[in-house]
């Protein structure tokens, strides 16, 4: 159970490093769009291309951080009652979703993408527009990465599920308080 543990650690330890990695794309991305919007309205100048690092940036922030937002809790959640319940039954609730729904969509993601992304890398695809960026082949890519961090906070969803159906999680949370 102690490997369950470290594991969980491990993998959400990446995936929040990957999160704040990218976290800095939302005030370049703000930054590029200011840009843009004076460049367009003050000098009426357009750049394609500077446009399109808007798009690209705005799809790698959401997809590359969809694992940590994971980690964080931070996705939303319908429902009534897992809000009050108890933290066995949230366990349960996150194990099974994360078994039955979630890292099967993950998968089905890998599996339908892995084509469209290939196919982008055989003929390196660029911009349809002739002042664009010449990288779409990488923007889809980020469709594989997308699904691949999110199937590894999902494998993290499950340890800790199962560490707390166990009933080990305290024992594991206490050890790792910083002792004063």
């Not at 690092?53 to 009652?81: C, K, N, P, Q, W």
């Amino acid at each position: 159970m102690f490997f369950l543990h470290r594991l969980s650690r491990a993998l959400d330890a990446f995936n929040t490093a990957i999160g704040h990695a990218v976290a800095g794309l939302a005030v370049l991305m703000v930054l590029v769009q200011f840009a843009v919007v004076v460049l367009r309205y003050v000098y009426g100048l357009g750049f394609v291309w500077l446009q399109e690092s808007v798009l690209y940036m705005h799809a790698m922030l959401f997809m590359v951080a969809a694992g940590y937002t994971l980690v964080e809790d931070g996705h939303v959640r319908v429902d009534i009652f897992y809000r009050e319940a108890p933290a066995r039954k949230k366990a349960l609730v996150n194990l099974l979703g994360s078994l039955f729904f979630l890292i099967p969509f993950c998968i089905l993601v890998l599996y339908v993408s892995w084509p469209y992304v290939a196919n982008a890398w055989a003929v390196h695809e660029g911009s349809k527009e002739t002042s664009g960026l010449p990288f779409l082949y990488l923007l889809k890519s980020v469709i594989l990465v997308f699904a691949g961090l999110l199937m590894v906070q999902a494998v993290s969803v499950v340890a800790r599920s199962i560490l707390c159906l166990a009933g080990l999680d305290d024992a594991f949370e206490s050890a790792r308080e910083p002792r004063s």
